[in-house]
């Protein structure tokens, strides 16, 4: 059973930046498509941002393009989500997911992601 562990977030002010990280339990996310959604309250989940390893292509939410970067670790074990200059509207709780098995047209969408971290506040002050 593959574990997402998800780290960083908190309280920033606007314009400000934070990193999220999320690795799997021992495992590597070779083969793996690995992405972001967020949600906020009231609101539904959306998609954020999602790294395909092999190959190492990136995907972005036009909400966040240009201004958040995902990246993964050389020994392909943690994905991380670097956020600049952040917005209030960024605040949410920002999940990472993580599939093997999620073909191309489905990336920006949470359906087919089979397993889930549990969660980090994001909170971003005007």
């Known amino acids: 059973q593959v574990q997402l562990v998800e780290s960083g977030g908190g309280l920033v002010q606007a314009g400000g930046s934070l990193s999220l990280s999320c690795a799997a339990n021992?495992?590597?996310?070779?083969?793996?498509?690995t992405a972001w959604f967020r949600q906020a309250p009231g609101k539904e989940r959306e998609f954020v941002a999602a790294?395909?390893?092999?190959?190492?292509?990136?995907y972005y939410a036009d909400s966040v393009k240009g201004r958040f970067t995902i990246s993964g670790d050389n020994a392909k074990t943690t994905v991380l989500l670097q956020m600049n200059s952040l917005k209030p509207e960024d605040t949410a709780v920002y999940y990472c997911a993580a599939s093997r098995t999620i073909i191309q047209s489905s990336i920006r969408s949470g359906i087919q992601y089979a397993h889930w971290g549990q969660g980090t506040q994001v909170t971003v002050s005007s």
């Open positions: 790294l395909k390893w092999n190959g190492r292509y990136t």
């Open positions: 021992g495992r590597t996310f070779s083969g793996y498509v």
